[in-house]
Nanobody, 122 residues
């Protein structure tokens, strides 16, 4: 199994910055892509950014140029640096770790953290 623990959320004014961290433990050898999703009240969970084990990145259009995702494989940690925050970035942010293929550890395909609240005031 994999455990994901997020930190770094909070309340910030528009234009400010926050850095989220997500540390994985357990069967980390079977983790491939790691990413961040978010879910605002009344909306579906959406992908914000992800980074492959080879450090290729993807960003949602809404955060391009403002957010940066990175990972430290030695520390089994993924980060999300969020700059120029907007009120519409307000959401619960969830860390995601996807299992490798093949998956000898028997992990679920998608593994989730507990979520961390990010609130951006106008």
């Amino acid at each position: 199994q994999v455990q994901l623990v997020e930190s770094g959320g909070g309340l910030v004014q528009a234009g400010g910055s926050l850095r989220l961290s997500c540390k994985a433990s357990g069967d980390t050898i079977c983790i491939s892509t790691m990413g961040w999703y978010r879910q605002a009240p009344g909306k579906e969970r959406e992908l914000v950014a992800h980074v492959t084990i080879g450090e290729s990145t993807y960003y949602a259009d809404s955060v391009k140029g403002r957010f940066t995702i990175s990972r430290d494989n030695a520390k089994n940690t993924v980060y999300l640096q969020m700059n120029s925050l907007k009120p519409e970035d307000t959401a619960v942010y969830y860390c995601n770790a996807r299992a490798t293929r093949p998956n000898p550890c028997g992990l679920r395909r998608d593994n989730w953290g507990q979520g961390t609240q990010v609130t951006v005031s106008s």
